[in-house]
Every structure is written in structure tokens, then in C-alpha cells.
């Protein structure tokens, strides 16, 4: 996918050494990042190509005829190329910039609605980010639309048995996640576009995390939609995209009115443009997009398997430590998941195992991670995420582990009479 640009071997020191911000100390501390499932941190190229942009060449796009407005068009249609390259999209006119995943799917959720029934079947997995939810909850809602869940499996993996016996011909729509921003399990999902199309519904893929941490390529899926969002990706906040197939996107009445989205406009009649013009109304995120594209453009100099490699190497070493604490529980150990752990520690507060680890310089999510539905069935209230990166080393994860088991018996100690957590 990364054709034209040399591809290096991964060196996870020589690509930590461009993230500027993890030179610096917490609580005195060096600084361990481990919230990239939440946002994930910037490297030199995307600070240069942003304000580059803006002490370089910047102007409005698309309207202008003068240099500044031409180059920066070319910048960020350029980015759009970009994002096509990295989903492997048929081409950039199936990619549309939106200002975030949450955007992209809502979208969407936007557009099918328009023609949903009272009846019409949307299928979501358990494991779906509130993001993969709520837009189709709306739909429930506001239409009718009936939202059935696929079930997820005790080791964190989806019931492809229970999914499967979920379709049927009202089914309009099946959106799951490539992969979960909990349990880190990544789901099958050129099988469930399989299945999905063979009922006669289309498919919606959240990549907000798989596109950072497997290798998506939408033509092999063959799915309508997938979605993926900037800050995860190493890139700015406010940008996201939304790849669609073309008939996917013909599909989809306008979005937002506005200015860039129409042919002409009349007194008393407007046409519009095709996609993906068609669903961005008004001056797009033009500093974001191009900073998405030099985040891409980055992240495609590596070999993306040698990264998952990497990733999941760190995660497996933190893994076999933490076998040794007391009371600990890993949710979600699916085969080949991705480098993301979550777990609950018995009889203490996950917020106080962030807090407690913060004063080590240990940066850890806590709470319910945006998957209140996941959280459920695993039976939990709340969870303490530790989530790994390209720019993550073997001295990240035990920092995290050797925190952890410093401060997990103590806090067992301390909240051990307290009614249990899960
Ligand atoms: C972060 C995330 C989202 C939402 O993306 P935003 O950029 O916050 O809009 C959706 N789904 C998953 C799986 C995510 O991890």
C-alpha cells in the first residue's frame, strides 16, 4: 500500500524519537504514554506539515484562482488522495473528510435514516464504542428502526453463530467495529461484510481504531463504509474520513447545506454536487486534513506488519507479568487481538489505579472507555485501560507493570472490605 515511499524497517526508539512530547516528565517522572485508544500523540512531521501550512501557503480552498488558494487545494485534496492510498479506496472521490469518526458515522446514520421503515433491522456488536451506538439509537428513536446486538463471547470475541442468526431480510444495516477500544479483539470483518450482503444489508466499519493497529484494505473487505478518525492516527483532532464505495455514497442524500456542497443554486430550486463535495458543506478542516495526510504519509514510511508486531510484543510481555498480580482480571483475550489492556484489579477503584499511576508518570485510562454496553455484559462498572503504540517501548510496559504491582496490593489493602467492583 505504501507504494513509491521507502519502506524501513521499524525501529520503536528512532520512531519515539520524533514525538516530541514524550521527552518530557510527569510528576517528575519520565513521561509513559499509554492512552493512544484515547489519542494518540503527534510526531514532528505533522507539527512541521500544520504550521508549514499556515506560515507557508494558506488560503481557502477550492474557490480561489489566485496561488495561495491553488496550493492549498492541492495540499488538501492531496491529503485526500492520501486516505485513499491508506484504505487502499478505489479512488480519492471515496473519501470524505468529516471532523472525526463520530462525525462520519453520524453521517451516515444521518442518511439511512431518511429511508428507514418502522421495522428495518440495524444490527451493532456488544462491543461497539457509544459512537457505533448512539447514531442508530436515533434511528430506534426517531423511526422505528429495531437495533438487535450481536452478542460478545466471554474471551472478548464476537458470537459470529449469535450474529449471523441475527440477520435477516429487514436487516439495513450492519455496523460493527474492526476493532474494539476495550478489549482490543478484532473482529472478522470481511466475513461479516460476507454474511451482512448475503441478507441484503450494508455494512459500516469502525476503523477508528483498526486503521491505527491492523492494515485495512476496503476493497478486500468489500465493505459500503469505513471510518477513520485523525488524533488516533497519529494526526490532528478534528478530522476523520469516511471511505464509501461509490454506490455506497450515491446512496446518501445530502448532509449539511451549504457552501462546496451544491452545483447551483437557484431561487427556487439547488442541485448538488457529487461526492464527497456533496457531504462537505463549508470550509472544510483544511490545516487538519493536511495534517492528516502527513500523519498517513508518515505511518505508511513503516512496515505496518512490523508495527502490529511490535505492539503486540509489548502487550504480550505486559501480559505474562501481570499473570503475577493479585486479584487482576484482563478483559478480553481473543486470539490476535490488538495491544490494548484492560483490565480490573479486585477490591480497588479503577480511577485510583490511573490516579495512583499518574504519580509515576504512567498515563492510563479509566472508567467505561465510551462501551457502557460492553462494560455490562463483561460485568464490570469500570475498567483501567493501558493501551500501546508504535511509540512504545519493553521499558513503557514494565514501567506500567512494575507500578502496577507496587501499588495493586496496597490498594487492595485499602478498598479490600468494599463491596466488589465488577
Ligand atoms: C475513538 C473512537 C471513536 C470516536 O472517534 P472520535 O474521533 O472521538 O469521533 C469511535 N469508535 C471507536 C472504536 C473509537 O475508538
Not at 492541492?74 to 491529503?79: C, D, I, K, T
Not at 485501560?385 to 512504545?392: G, M, T
Amino acid at each position: 500500500m505504501a507504494d513509491g515511499s521507502v519502506v524501513r524497517a521499524f525501529d520503536a526508539y528512532a520512531a519515539r524519537a520524533q514525538f516530541p512530547i514524550l521527552s518530557r516528565t510527569v510528576n517528575g517522572r519520565p513521561l509513559v504514554y499509554l492512552d493512544s485508544a484515547a489519542s494518540a500523540q503527534k510526531p514532528q512531521a505533522v507539527i512541521d506539515a500544520i504550521s508549514g501550512a499556515m506560515s507557508g501557503s494558506y488560503a481557502n480552498v477550492h474557490r480561489g484562482l489566485h496561488t495561495l488558494a491553488n496550493e492549498t487545494t492541492e495540499a488538501f485534496e492531496g491529503a485526500r488522495a492520501t486516505v485513499a492510498r491508506f484504505l487502499n479506496a478505489e479512488a480519492e472521490t471515496n473519501i470524505v473528510f468529516t471532523k472525526g469518526g463520530t462525525e462520519a458515522i453520524n453521517l451516515v446514520a444521518a442518511g439511512v435514516g431518511q429511508s428507514i421503515q418502522p421495522g428495518d433491522e440495524i444490527i451493532v456488536s456488544q462491543m461497539e464504542h457509544h459512537s457505533n451506538i448512539v447514531p442508530w439509537h436515533m434511528l430506534r428513536e426517531r423511526y422505528g428502526a429495531v437495533l438487535k446486538w450481536a452478542p460478545v463471547l466471554d474471551d472478548g470475541s464476537l458470537d459470529m453463530a449469535g450474529f449471523e442468526a441475527l440477520l435477516t431480510p429487514r436487516t439495513k444495516i450492519v455496523a460493527v467495529t474492526h476493532m474494539s477500544n476495550v478489549l482490543g479483539t478484532i473482529n472478522p470483518i470481511t466475513e461479516i461484510t460476507r454474511l451482512a450482503h448475503k441478507a441484503g444489508a450494508r455494512v459500516l466499519i469502525d476503523g477508528c481504531q483498526g486503521a491505527v493497529h491492523a492494515a485495512p484494505d476496503v476493497q478486500a473487505i468489500g465493505c459500503d463504509w469505513y471510518v477513520l478518525t485523525g488524533h488516533k492516527l497519529y494526526g490532528p483532532t478534528g478530522i476523520g474520513a469516511l471511505y464509501g464505495t461509490a454506490e455506497a455514497l450515491e446512496s446518501l442524500p445530502p448532509w449539511q447545506g451549504g457552501g462546496e456542497m451544491i452545483e447551483t443554486v437557484e431561487e427556487d430550486r439547488v442541485t448538488y454536487a457529487k461526492a464527497p463535495h456533496r457531504f462537505e458543506a463549508g470550509t472544510p478542516p483544511i490545516l487538519e486534513a493536511i495534517g492528516l495526510g502527513a500523519a498517513l504519509d508518515w505511518l505508511m514510511g513503516f512496515d505496518k506488519a512490523q508495527v502490529i508486531a511490535h505492539e503486540q510484543a509489548l502487550y504480550a510481555h505486559a501480559r505474562a507479568r501481570l499473570d503475577g498480580v493479585d486479584g487482576l482480571r484482563v478483559l478480553g483475550e481473543a486470539d490476535g487481538k490488538g495491544a490494548i489492556l484492560t483490565f480490573t484489579v479486585d477490591g480497588a477503584h479503577a480511577h485510583d489505579i490511573a490516579q495512583i499511576m499518574d504519580r509515576y508518570g504512567v498515563a492510563v485510562r479509566a472508567g467505561l472507555h465510551c462501551a457502557e454496553p460492553l462494560a455490562r455484559r463483561m460485568g464490570v462498572t469500570s475498567s483501567a485501560r493501558a493501551s500501546f503504540a508504535l511509540y512504545n517501548t519493553k521499558e513503557d510496559a514494565d514501567a506500567f507493570v512494575d507500578a502496577l504491582i507496587k501499588r495493586a496490593s496496597s490498594l487492595s489493602d485499602d478498598h479490600g472490605r468494599q463491596a466488589d467492583h465488577r
